[in-house]
Each structure stands twice: as structure tokens, then as C-alpha cells.
């Protein structure tokens, strides 16, 4: 693709000019003993890669990306195709270099390209742009971003040369003698002038432990061929670690709901035991909302101001609007909550569920695909599924919408201010008028008009002296 055509086509203010960035995302991430690809894995409610995808996505357009893509690449591709970036297929993983042997291709149009690694989540745009202009400032051939972790084991070590200048990349696996205490890292994360880095791919060998094609011998060979390759030490160790088991895995999503959990608070939201509360990253509150310890925030949920979530609710790629009060113990997925409505404890909001302004959901109640009308209640031990019930209505404990036949779902129609006696069995499809009144435990198989009174079930008959009787004439035989 001719560079200078693309950027006259898109607008790319802002963004760094000759610029590719490739992601290495095509491994199979062995050390997690995972059947799916370990760029897929999640931290913080988001697959590895798209962490990676999203901050590169901030330094250069989408179509300037090229995720390199392997081990069950159809699965990776599909997972992350919404970002708009492009694929580069790597059809066996023989290392590090190899993968950039595979996107050659791709980036030769490119004056330079930053390289990401797709088990690298918390990397930061601000540190891959720093990166991008270290690179460009001192003029050499590569930049390698490094790091000093406290514990620097399992990472490729800096040989350090003189002033930023480096002499190699050494593998843990390689390291001998002195370069064992070496306590800065590699990162994964380099910047190349792309000429360089193609003339040098071809000469990478795979003389070494796992026999692979390393990224990370570019450095010494260009160095040989006098080429400057600089180290720029990031500022904040924490951005560059890895994810390889998955322990690390565990790591960098305590991280990951640290920063989480401090961005909400810094914005008004009052966390008692904020340690103890799972937030994914795209989760949003409102100010003075108090979420309890124990909470589970995930997917695209947005909770207004005013809230407070009890613990031990879980809820997901939900909407829940101001004031409203979730006691403990709610599961709350792909719903709608109105202001001012009260949940739980126990209440189970399965997807479709809208519950309108002040009304409320009470203990062992679940609710799916149905709508509470404003200041409408459930309070107790009821399944309402595939209805609709008007504003004020008060559904009685234990009521039951019978919607499923076996074969297909219907209907329930509960109007405005009906009065649904406890232990009702609604059999659907069916319409209880405005106003009308189920006589508690019915079950009712026909549509009840409005104001009506309904009862569907065997009027009372009582026999007088039937139990004395019984037990005197069971005493009787046994004597
Ligand atoms: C690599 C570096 C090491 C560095 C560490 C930082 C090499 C040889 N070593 O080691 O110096 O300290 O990262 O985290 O590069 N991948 C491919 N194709 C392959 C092999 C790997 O795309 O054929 C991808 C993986 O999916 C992964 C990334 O490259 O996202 C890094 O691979 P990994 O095997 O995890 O390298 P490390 O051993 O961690
Ligand atoms: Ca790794």
C-alpha cells in the first residue's frame, strides 16, 4: 500500500506520521495449559490483545495496525475484528523474528514500526508514543523499551553498551556468568526503522534453546553491522509485565481493578472494600454511588449516581439510572433500572428485564424479558418471564408466569394497578385487566377483564369433626 497515498486519504492529526505498529499475537501461550490462544485470556474483563489494540489505537489509525496472528488465528481474528485493524497470518510459530518475517510484507511501505507484544496489556499510549520519539530523537537503527521489575526472571536481560546504546538482548535460557544479575529487562516492546529491521530478519538463526527465530537477536546483529540500537528504561515497571502463566494472569487483573477502582473513587464513588470488588474497565458510576465490598461490575454496565450495590450482586452489561438501591446478593444481566427502584436481596434480573421508576423486586424473584411499570412490586419468591406489568401493580408472593408450553414462550399482560393474589399461577398467553383483583391461589388460564375479581381455585369445603374422628378410629384397631 503506497504510504504517502494512504495518510493523504485519512486524516491522521495527531497521530505519529510513518508509523505501523505490529502486534505479536500469534502464540499459543504454552505455559498457561489453555486450550484457547493466550491473546484471548482476560484481564480485566478484556482479552489480552484488545488492551494492546486499544492503546495502540491511540497512537496511529486502525488501518495502520497489523496484529500478527497464528495459533488459532480464525478465533483471534473474529474476537478482536471490530477494532478495525489488520491481520497478518504467521501459519506456524517459529519465534519472534519469524512472526516479523511473516509481516515483512506489510510493513515494508512504512518508514518505521513500533512492535507490541499482545501478553504486554498495561502498556500505555503515552509510553509507546515516548518510545516512538526516543526512537526517532537519537537516529538509530532500534529502541527497545526496558524495564528494572523486582523480580526480572523469565525476561530477555539488557546488555547495556554505553550511555543509551546497548550491545545485545539476552534470553534468560542464554544468560552466562555476570549477565545473570542483570535487573533490566526487555519489554517486548521496540520501535525500528523498517529498512533495518528487513535487512537484518534474514540473517536471525535459530541456534539456540527452543530453536526459534528471536526478535531479540536483531539487536546484537545490528549492532555488528553498526547500527545504533538504544534502550529507553519505562517509567513505570508495572506497564511492561508480561503475561505468560497464569499467575501473572491473576497479577495484572489485581493491577488492572487497582487503577479501576481508583479512577471511581477519584470521581465521587465511594468504595468501602475496593480490593474485594471486581470493575471491568468499561463499567461507569455515578458520584456519590456506594458500592459494598464484594461487588461484581462487568461488561458495558453503567450505573447512575445516587446508587448503592450491595454485596455480593453481580451484575452485567446492565444499565441501572440514579438513586436506586441493589441490595446484597442481586445477579442483574442485560437489564434496565429505572431511578429510585429497590432490588434484592436475592433478586435475579435475567436478560430484558426493565424495571421501572420506584418499583420493586424483591427477595427470590426473577424476572425475564419483562417490564415492572413504574412503582410496580414483586417483593417475593415469583418467576415473571415474557410479561408486561403496568405501573402500581402488586404481584404476590410466589406468583408464577407460566410461559413456557414446551414447545413455544407467551405473553403476560398485567394492567396498570392489578392486585395479583400470592401463589398465583398465570397461564400464558394471557391479560389481566386494569385494576382487576386474582384471588390468591388461582390459577388462571383466561383473560380477566378490567376491575374484575378473578379466583381459579376449588371453593373451600370443610368437614366438621373429620380429623377427631380419624384418629379415634385408628386408635380403635390398635388396641
Ligand atoms: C519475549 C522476549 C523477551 C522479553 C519478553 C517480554 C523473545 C525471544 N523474547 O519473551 O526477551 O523479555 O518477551 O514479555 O522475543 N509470538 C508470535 N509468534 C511466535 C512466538 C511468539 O507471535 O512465533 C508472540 C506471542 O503470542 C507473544 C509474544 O510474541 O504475544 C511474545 O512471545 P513469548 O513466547 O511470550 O515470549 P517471551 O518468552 O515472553
Ligand atoms: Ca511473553
Not at 504510504?3 to 508509523?19: D, H, I, S, Y
Not at 507484544?117 to 498495561?122: A, I, K, N, T
Not at 479501576?260 to 474497565?281: N, Q, Y
Not at 446508587?307 to 444499565?319: K, N, P, Y
Request: charged share 20%; glycine share 10%.
Amino acid at each position: 500500500m503506497p504510504r504517502n497515498l494512504k495518510q493523504a486519504v485519512l486524516p491522521t492529526a495527531g497521530k505519529l506520521e510513518g508509523f505501523a505498529i505490529a502486534i505479536l499475537a500469534a502464540g499459543k501461550g504454552t505455559r498457561l495449559k489453555s486450550k484457547h490462544p493466550k491473546v484471548l485470556h482476560a484481564v480485566g474483563g478484556k482479552p489480552l490483545l484488545l488492551h494492546v489494540i486499544e492503546a495502540a489505537r491511540q497512537v496511529v489509525p486502525a488501518d495502520r495496525i497489523f496484529a500478527i496472528i497464528g495459533h488459532e488465528a480464525e478465533g483471534v481474528r473474529q474476537a478482536v475484528a471490530h477494532s478495525g485493524v489488520n491481520f497478518v497470518l504467521q501459519p506456524e510459530q517459529r519465534g519472534t523474528g519469524h512472526a516479523l518475517v511473516c509481516a515483512a510484507q506489510a510493513l515494508a511501505p512504512y518508514a518505521n514500526v513500533l512492535v507490541l507484544s499482545g501478553d504486554v496489556p498495561l502498556i500505555r499510549p503515552q509510553t509507546i508514543r515516548a518510545l516512538a520519539e526516543f526512537h526517532l530523537q537519537h537516529r538509530g537503527a532500534m529502541a527497545v523499551l526496558t524495564a528494572r521489575p523486582p523480580d526480572a526472571s523469565g525476561y530477555g536481560r539488557i546488555v547495556r553498551r554505553r550511555g543509551a546504546e546497548i550491545a545485545a538482548i539476552v534470553e534468560q535460557k542464554a544468560l552466562r556468568g555476570k549477565q545473570e544479575r542483570i535487573a533490566e529487562i526487555n519489554s517486548g516492546i521496540y520501535a525500528f526503522r523498517v529498512k533495518d529491521l528487513l535487512a537484518r530478519l534474514t540473517d536471525l538463526t535459530n541456534d539456540n534453546f527452543h530453536h526459534e527465530y528471536y526478535l531479540t537477536d536483531i539487536a546484537a546483529l545490528l549492532v555488528r553491522a553498526r547500527q545504533k540500537v538504544m534502550a529507553l528504561e519505562a517509567e513505570n515497571a508495572h506497564e511492561v509485565l508480561g503475561v505468560n502463566t497464569r499467575a501473572e494472569l491473576a497479577q495484572l487483573d489485581v493491577l488492572l481493578r487497582r487503577r479501576k477502582a481508583e479512577e471511581l473513587m477519584s470521581a465521587g464513588v465511594t468504595l468501602l472494600r475496593p480490593e474485594t470488588c471486581l470493575i471491568d474497565d468499561q463499567v461507569q458510576v455515578g458520584a456519590d454511588t456506594v458500592i459494598e465490598p464484594f461487588v461484581h461490575l462487568s461488561g458495558k454496565t453503567i450505573i447512575g449516581s445516587d446508587c448503592r450495590i450491595g454485596s455480593f450482586s453481580v451484575i452485567r452489561d446492565s444499565e441501572i439510572a440514579n438513586g436506586v438501591e441493589i441490595r446484597p446478593g442481586c445477579v442483574i444481566t442485560g437489564s434496565r433500572v429505572h431511578q429510585a427502584a429497590v432490588l434484592g436481596p436475592y433478586s435475579h434480573l435475567r436478560p430484558g428485564s426493565e424495571i421501572g421508576e420506584g418499583a420493586h423486586v424483591g427477595n427470590f424473584v426473577e424476572t425475564k424479558k419483562s417490564r415492572l411499570g413504574k412503582g410496580a412490586k414483586a417483593n417475593h419468591l415469583s418467576y415473571l418471564g415474557d410479561s408486561d406489568i403496568g405501573a402500581n401493580v402488586n404481584v404476590g408472593a410466589g406468583t408464577i408466569t407460566c410461559n413456557y408450553d414446551g414447545i413455544s414462550k407467551h405473553p403476560t399482560i398485567i394492567e396498570e394497578g392489578a392486585f395479583i393474589g400470592s401463589d398465583a399461577t398465570l397461564v400464558a398467553p394471557v391479560r389481566i385487566g386494569a385494576g382487576a383483583y386474582i384471588a390468591a391461589g388461582s390459577c388462571i388460564t383466561q383473560d380477566v377483564p378490567p376491575d374484575a375479581l378473578a379466583l381459579g381455585r376449588a371453593y373451600q369445603t370443610v368437614k366438621e369433626g373429620w380429623a377427631k374422628k380419624r384418629r379415634e378410629a385408628r386408635a380403635a384397631k390398635k388396641s
